[in-house]
């Protein structure tokens, strides 16, 4: 006899993915005790300690935990692909992030797609920088995370969307405008307005290294409307890789876009997923709509010259 219920391990997958019993509870509609209870009747069956618990700071998966996590997270969808019954048809949860200057862009037309495809779904949004993003992938709490490949050495799997390069920002009137393209050492002697988020951070400063050059970091800013209304404005120049449709500031200011030349890497858009979890049926259709959305858009580099196509 198996001594164990489906309703257990969703209590105990929904404990690990949101790190507090209350907040479990809550996405579940169901008691506190009740997910309490189910964590207790596993830990003793198993004998093993499945959680580390803080006082008032929520609790976290123990050595034992993290195992039996994805154990369990692997049964739990199998469960409900053998419940699906009709083919195609998708009833479950999904947790989806993605990267704060990403998101805007691209995650409203994705999430509406698939709404639409499969309104049976339950979707949650959570939106964060990349750092934030690969934390809660790692950790069973995210089935899916839009973020740019960093390059990061990370227990992820990444789903290619397309790639983007990186473009200068230049305020309307500057010397530099009258160029077609410019390089990163044509901007050395200007202020630099700095995106300081982390990852993205380092690679703009990157784009300076392969240059050979150091930027005159003026001011550094974690919002890229931020960047665009400094720049805008007249506080110096920048390098930004997420453009969005209109090249004025908030504050209606013009902005004035150029290609950035020279030996440095496009930032390669992607989905992010837990390298040893199975994806869950909703997270593949997530995928293919996302797929489908980028190629309709047609993401190319900045740096050809040509405007994105949105």
Known sequence: ???ITLRQLEYFVAAARHGST?????ALNVSQPSISHAIGELESLW???LFYRFHAQGMELSTAG???YKQAQNVLQEAQDLDAGTPGHINSELSVGCFSTLGPMYFPDIMR??????????LTMHEGNTEELLSRIERGALDLALIYDMGLARA?????MGEQAPYILLPAGHPLVRRDTLTARDLSSDPFILINLPHSREYFLSIFSFAGVTPQIAMETGSIEMVRSLVANGYGLSILTTRPAKDYSYDGKRI?????SGAFPPQKIVFASNAEFKLSTAALAFLHIAQTQFADKKVQQVSTGKSVKR
């Open 22 to 26: 209350v907040k479990a509870a809550h």
């Open 66 to 68: 993290k195992q039996r």
């Open 47 to 49: 004998k093993e300690q």
């Open 1 to 3: 006899m198996i001594k």
């Open 256 to 260: 004035v876009c150029k290609p950035l």
């Open 113 to 122: 797609r698939f709404h639409s495809a499969h309104p049976q779904v339950q």
């Open 156 to 160: 992820v799997r990444l789903h290619y």
